[in-house]
């Protein structure tokens, strides 16, 4: 978490921004190949990326 924090500090607020949205994207992208059948493991191995960070 302190990295995430980080770079919200560190990046300006467009910049910020700019990558939320981007993250809203990549999520919905995942989630639609998710729906179509994707491995679960992939899932998981994404929720355990987002921990880690």
Do not use: N
């Amino acid at each position: 978490m302190e990295f995430a924090q980080g770079l919200v500090c560190t990046l300006g607020a467009q910049d910020h921004v700019d990558y939320i949205i981007w993250f809203m994207k990549f999520w919905i992208m995942l989630w639609t190949k998710l729906k179509q059948g994707m491995p679960r493991r992939l899932m998981l191995s994404f929720m355990m990326t987002i921990q880690l960070v």
